[in-house]
């Protein structure tokens, strides 16, 4: 049984219809990308995912759970850890009680020792910035606190949502080594993408995302000599 | 010409007003800064609370502490249920609504309590020492609920800064939808918010009753200047509003011993109206 | 709902001035009159509400224009026509301060909200301060002129306030009609929705805020004048601060802040519910009328959010809430 599966998901915000009949799985362990162009509906799927958009046809289970309609702070208690688009830090907290609301579950707080100190492993540079405001961070270290504080809640799969976005090309190679090195920890990752190349170069496999349908999909390998990725690189 | 003494008479007073002044800014500024709602009734349920002390102490004979523990609790189940019976229904519509909402819990706290106990005025009478610094006179009974307030307020700190709920709250005061994302369920956030928030107006009310007497529109005296201390300060801004409430209450006091008392809180308003213009975001604010 | 009300007005007009002729009670025509004047003050504080700019301080306004009438008329003998003509300035004034400064920092919302608080509540202070002169929180009684006097705005008659409070309502309709028509109207709808934007298509925000301010607070204080007129005695709570203008608010929200009729309903509504509590309750249980009604009002908020008129025209075009 896949980890997280979703099957004829139609979903939308008012009139419009953002998704029609998506259909995904992620099995434990594994790395994968949702690719696409820009408002193909990539944001709203890890919405509906996340539990933060209800969806209106179609079933979402997570490790055999559904959970479908589940309201975000129960998803989050199964497991799914969201990195949202644009971080969502808390601007005016410090790097420590940014991570510290990460662990806010129950069970996430009883390990919240020994996930802090294995997130300040894995980012030492948020060791070293620990009492620093998160709004004082730069863009990466940004990038770095919003996986950590995803880290902390000890999820089963983490979600992100265009982790490369307003990032500096340096910092975005730096970024993807970082999600290298969490997923080599063992986390399941569902990654949303518009960088397409270097996005295809981390996961296993991957998904095109197109005008809310899925179009394509397969291993990563396969799919980077496919024709979009070249133009996608073109375009850059 | 006035005596130097009574302006330092007053300017001390200020201060010692000012520390129960922020009690209940910081209460109300706490609810807003979570849950983005003005309890326009806040003070009523002040006022709820100092008519139990006075109940309890001057009628029935209760210690004082045991009064002021009772309105502590009253005050902490009286924000539970203005939060369950009034905001939590309103919490999606226009905020013309809410603010209508909660004005008209004022209408009826306010009638109800005039209902039950008549326009009188009550009062707690406690003879405590006062004590004479130079020619300042000190009395015991603002000396102490300064001081308690003071305590409270450290309180308050060390729960919002060192515990997981507090920070959650100014988590949430910030990015209500992002602490969604760490699995907290913001309703149970609101619903300690408004329990603390009303805690604080409970031990506002156990400290003033033995500064004023209460009489039902006591709410609409210290009501209105509550509301502007916050937004002085920054609606939102704890910090900003403690500093506000000095601010306030130094500018009533002297003001109040200069002129009278209702000029005094004629100038502060107009000081404050004046302040939102030069400062709009709140004396605090940023620039830019 | 445009088209439903054509008939309705046309209706109320046609039996509206034959109201005094049937021999009514003194009583109903009291009270008839009391909504009439506060319709038309609803009406003139739903020009900024319908706006955004949620005024809760149109005491001051009220109060204003209550008092310098009356204070005018007992110290110096002038006219109410002149002291409200001097109520209605000075009331401009005020309004034009209190809004440049809102307007150019971009004061809004909550925070819009309590300065007008602020600013109702030094005008109730500020009159209960200067008790020497204007009476403190015992008010003042307006000198009566023994008979009737246009020239002084007494009359011994209500009918003849009846029929002059109609008018001014219908002035007001008007007002409010002319404002919805105008180009105002959709500049402010589109500062209300999105200032910057509208800034940026050449609409003169500041402009457009300023003037409704003005417009309302001097409808208001025009209000004010009337009602003062017309009870002959005015009173710093009954009058400003924030229990009046609260009233006023929750009347318009109640009947329809978007309708031309809504404040019409409301004050209908809750002057009707607010007497016929007094009536029932009586001189035993002091305050629990009050309690009641500001029970209901809460109830009303929470459950019909878009007020009378407002729920009922979702009704008829079975719109989506």
Known sequence: MSLLELTGVTAGYGHFTALWDVGLRVERGEAVAVVGPNGAGKTTLLRVISGVLPVRAGTHTFDGAALAGRPAHEVVAHGIAHVPEGRRLFPLLTVADNLKMGAYLGRARKQYAETLARVYALFPVLAERRTQRAGSLSGGEQQMLAIGRALMSCPRLILLDEPSMGLAPVMVLRLFDLIRRVREEGYTILVVEQNVRQVLKLVDRAYLLEVGRIKMEGRAAELSDQDFVRKAYVGL | MIDPIFLAEAAINGILLGGVLALLALGLNLIFGVIDIVWIAYVDLVMLCMYLVYFLVQVYGWPVWAGGLAAVALGAALGIAVHLLIISPILGSAPINQLLATGGLLFFLQSFATFLWTTDHRSVRLSLPSYDLGGIFLPLTRVIPFAISILALVALYLFLTRTFVGTAIRAVSQDREAMGLMGANPHRIYLVTSAVGGLMAGLAGALLIFLYSVHPFFGGQLGPLTFMICVLGGLGNMVGAFVASFIMSEIISIAGVLWSTEMGYVIAFVVFIVMIFVRPGGILARRG | ?321
């Open chain 3, 1 to 321: 709902m445009r088209r439903a009300l054509v008939p309705v007005l046309a209706a109320l007009l046609a039996l509206a001035p034959l109201v005094p002729m049937a021999g009514m009670k003194q009583y109903v025509l009291h009270v008839m009159i009391q909504i009439l004047i506060w319709s038309f003050i609803g009406g003139a504080w739903s020009l900024m509400g319908r706006f955004g700019l949620v005024s809760l301080g149109h005491g001051a306004f009220l109060g204003l224009g209550a008092y310098a009438t009356v204070l005018l008329w007992n110290f110096w003998a002038w006219s109410p026509w002149l002291g409200g003509g001097v109520a209605v300035v000075l009331t401009g004034i005020l309004a034009a301060v209190v809004a440049y400064p809102c307007s150019r920092f971009q004061v809004v919302g909550h925070y819009f909200g309590l300065v007008t608080l602020a600013v109702g509540e030094v005008i109730r202070l500020l009159i209960i301060a200067e008790r020497d002169w204007t009476g403190g929180s015992l008010g003042v009684s307006l000198k009566p002129v023994g008979g009737d006097s246009l020239w002084a705005l007494q009359f011994a008659d209500k009918r003849v306030f009846y029929y002059g409070a109609l008018a001014l309502w219908l002035a007001g309709l008007w007002v409010w009609h002319r404002v919805d028509r105008s180009m105002a109207r959709s500049a402010m709808e589109a500062i209300g929705e999105d200032e910057t934007a509208a800034a940026s298509v050449g609409i003169h925000v500041t402009r457009f805020k300023i003037a409704i301010t003005v417009l309302s607070a001097a409808l208001t204080a025009v209000g004010g004048v009337a009602y003062a007129q017309y009870i002959a005695y005015v009173n710093p709570d009954t009058l400003a601060g924030i229990g009046v203008s609260l009233r006023i608010v929750f009347a318009v929200v109640l009947g329809g802040m978007y309708s031309l009729l809504g404040p019409a309903v409301g004050a209908a509504l809750t002057i009707a519910l607010s007497e016929w509590l007094r009536i029932a309750f009586g001189l035993k249980l002091i305050g629990m009328a009050e309690t009641i009604y500001g029970f209901l009002l809460v109830v009303f908020i929470i459950f019909l959010p878009a007020g009378i008129v407002g729920s009922a025209g979702g009704l008829f075009r079975g719109a989506p809430r």
